[in-house]
């Protein structure tokens, strides 16, 4: 973070040391983990998930990771971006039955580390 436009803020940095009145302008940059990392590091509200196809072409498996809030489409677009298959083309089932893309897991029923099966429509 930046006090102004050049005063950098460290993290042992504290409001009287750098004399910061309520009229100070702050520009902040967040840089977040990858949802991977945070699920590795035991992030409770990070969810993975296994998305699984098979097809003539063979078996393509991916490991997908959202937030708990998350709709389910973050999901599919994961393994639509990483395949490059469009995510108009693509349903997502668990046990037979389709995933709402505009809902998040726990709506679905989902509580993590389930396999999902993706249908890619031609």
Same mark, same amino acid.
């Given at each position: 973070?930046?006090?102004?436009?050049?005063?950098?803020?460290?993290?042992?940095?504290?409001?009287?040391?750098?004399?910061?009145?309520?009229?100070?302008?702050? =520009?902040? *940059?967040?840089?977040?983990?990858?949802?991977?990392? !945070?699920?590795? &590091? @035991?992030?409770?509200?990070? #969810?993975?998930?296994?998305?699984?196809?098979?097809?003539?072409?063979?078996?393509?498996?991916?490991?997908?990771?959202?937030?708990?809030?998350?709709?389910?489409?973050?999901?599919?677009?994961?393994?639509? =971006?990483? *395949?490059?298959?469009?995510?108009?083309?693509?349903? !997502?089932?668990? &046990? @037979?039955?389709?995933?709402? #893309?505009?809902?998040?897991?726990?709506?679905?029923?989902?509580?993590?580390?389930?396999?999902?099966?993706?249908?890619?429509?031609?």
């Amino acid at each position: 973070m930046y006090l102004g436009e050049d005063v950098k803020l460290e993290d042992e940095d504290t409001l009287e040391s750098v004399k910061m009145t309520e009229n100070c302008e702050i =520009d902040a *940059f967040y840089n977040e983990k990858p949802l991977k990392e !945070l699920y590795q &590091d @035991g992030a409770i509200s990070i #969810l993975r998930f296994k998305l699984q196809t098979s097809d003539r072409t063979g078996r393509q498996t991916m490991h997908v990771y959202v937030q708990k809030e998350s709709t389910m489409m973050c999901a599919l677009q994961q393994y639509a =971006d990483h *395949f490059a298959i469009d995510a108009r083309k693509i349903t !997502l089932r668990f &046990d @037979g039955d389709p995933i709402l #893309l505009d809902r998040n897991p726990e709506s679905n029923e989902l509580e993590g580390e389930e396999c999902i099966d993706v249908i890619i429509s031609e």
